[in-house]
């Protein structure tokens, strides 16, 4: 029988032949691509990659319920980011606050950053067994009591404490959030989505920084900012209790199949043996990412006040219209990378914004450093916009929350001390400015440790594996698991009926 599609070889195993076929496959142009028949069976063809499409008429594919969906994925992501960012563009009030240098409070980013990961294990686990619903409200809930419990720490050690636990309950949300926003998605429509999904970070630092312009450069003025994240933690939690469990989840439970723990444990035992390779990777490049985003942007205030000498306010806008410029690029970018492919949309993003270095940290005044900022910010985001969906399509069936969250948190746990690095090696080293003052070296240090960043991004995306367009089927973990063994007692129950008829036929 003909066939209609263009055969390849088969997705190599091991780590020399997956890097080379991988790299390799970069430079066709079609995408090898893994086809699952109704029968189950698959086969490997090269694929013309999508064309691209109107985002409007790929937001139109969506029903109703999967932008609902959605929104409250982005909406609980953007709150969680606020809450993040609340703290790290109010470095200088901190400081001045709990008299500390500024190198100390970074050291609660840092803390946060660690136990983001802890958080995202417990929680990811949490929501593929049971459902992403509640999960993902006790997360927020949590996170806006200990929003509130911040403002109320009176020592810098408390602080420090509130922050650990913040970051526990914060690593919880991600992995929850994307697979809620995601999974209703038509497979077109993925890349665009992730993009928009992924700048709900981008889109609560903004916030953020909005409201702390808001509310003036004053030492005491920070614990507003942090009224208001608390606001929108509860709120998050709250519109989540208002939907029901992701059809996944309601359809097994209808089933009434039983999914034990001895089979859960099973499930993840036998993806680990399996994936385990693919999972150190998704760490290493998230590690890497991770030190992207935060060395670009965590002390990019900080950067605008001491080294550039901005007013508060100046410093704020500048912030604002850079963030602007993430949440512009990674909706682009996600776009893009339905028709480009993940890994040369994050490589060509990575690229221009290693180029774009010099003219981030060289210029002086608001309108220049805002400008420049933007441009540096929609590439740095750009490539984050295509994580989302990627990860998505390279975690196994049934660990869409786990998967995404842990390999994201775990990055973040390396990538931890970036901000403190940053913050003590320009604290250590000083500059002239262009006003012709010493002052700390906030630009070239950045400007070094992005550069690095870059290449190593470009480097283990280009040899990495990629599953764009792979459909997101399977159940809960430990569904398979459940599965094949009704399907082994099945078929003793049809030997044992066989044998009883083999011994009436004998006898008669």
């Known amino acids: 029988m003909a066939t209609n599609y263009e055969p390849a070889d088969p997705l190599a195993k091991g780590i020399i032949p997956t890097a080379k076929q991988a790299f390799a496959d970069l430079f066709k142009w079609k995408q090898r691509v893994v086809v699952t028949n109704e029968l189950g069976e698959t086969h490997t063809e090269w694929q013309a990659p999508e064309p691209l499409r109107n985002p409007f008429s790929l937001m139109a594919l969506l029903s109703a319920k999967a932008w609902l969906y959605f929104f409250v994925g982005w909406f609980a992501w953007t709150a969680d980011a606020f809450d993040f960012h609340a703290l790290s563009i109010q470095t200088v009030k901190l400081s001045k606050y709990y008299d500390v240098s500024k190198t100390s409070i970074t050291t609660a980013i840092t803390l946060t950053l660690l136990l983001r990961s802890v958080g995202a294990t417990i929680f990811g686990l949490l929501g593929d067994r049971f459902g992403r619903k509640w999960p993902m409200v006790t997360n927020l809930i ?67 920084a909005i409201v702390n312009l808001g509310v003036g450069g004053g030492v005491e003025t920070w614990k507003t900012v942090f009224w208001v994240g608390a606001a929108l933690s ?108 993940r890994r040369r949309t994050i490589i060509m993003a990575a690229l221009f914004s290693g180029v774009l270095i010099p003219a981030w940290i060289l210029p002086e005044g608001e309108r220049a450093l805002s400008v420049t900022g933007f441009f540096m910010q929609f590439f740095v985001q750009g490539a984050w916009g295509v994580i989302p969906i990627h990860l998505s399509e390279l975690a196994p069936s049934a660990y869409r929350s786990t998967f995404p969250g842990i390999t994201y948190q775990l990055g973040n ?96």
């Open 142 to 208: 949590i996170l806006g009591a200990l929003q509130i419990g911040t403002i109320y720490a009176s020592t810098f050690q408390e602080f420090l404490a509130v922050r650990s636990l913040f970051g526990l309950f914060m690593g919880g949300v991600y992995g929850n959030a994307v697979a809620m926003a995601l999974e209703n998605c038509p497979i077109e429509a993925r890349g665009f989505m992730s993009g928009v999904l992924q700048q709900g970070y981008s889109f609560g630092y903004v916030l953020a």
């Open 413 to 508: 746990a390396i990538s931890s001390p970036s901000a403190q690095i940053v913050n003590a090696l320009s604290e250590s080293h000083f500059i002239r400015n262009g006003a012709g003052n010493i002052v700390e070296a906030y630009g070239p240090t950045m400007a070094i440790a992005t550069a690095i960043i870059v290449v190593g991004i470009m480097v283990t995306t280009a040899f990495g594996p990629e599953r764009r367009g792979r459909t997101f089927e399977g159940g809960p973990i430990g569904a398979n698991i459940h599965h094949d063994t009704e399907k082994a007692v099945d078929a003793a129950s049809v030997d044992e009926r066989a044998s009883h008829s083999e011994e009436k036929e004998t006898k008669a």
């Open 234 to 341: 509860f709120a998050a939690g709250f519109l989540r209790c208002l939907f029901p469990e992701s059809d996944q989840f309601i359809e097994a439970k209808a089933s009434g199949k039983r999914i034990s723990a001895s089979d859960f444990w099973t499930e993840t035992k036998e993806m680990l043996a399996n994936e385990w390779r693919l999972s150190i990777y998704c760490v290493i490049l998230m590690t890497w990412f991770n030190y992207y985003s935060h060395t670009s942007q965590d002390s990019y205030t900080t950067f605008c006040l001491v080294e550039k000498e901005l007013p508060n306010d100046g410093a704020a806008r500048a912030s604002i219209l850079m963030k602007t410029g993430a949440v512009v690029g990674g909706t682009i970018m996600g776009w893009l990378s339905q028709w480009l492919g």
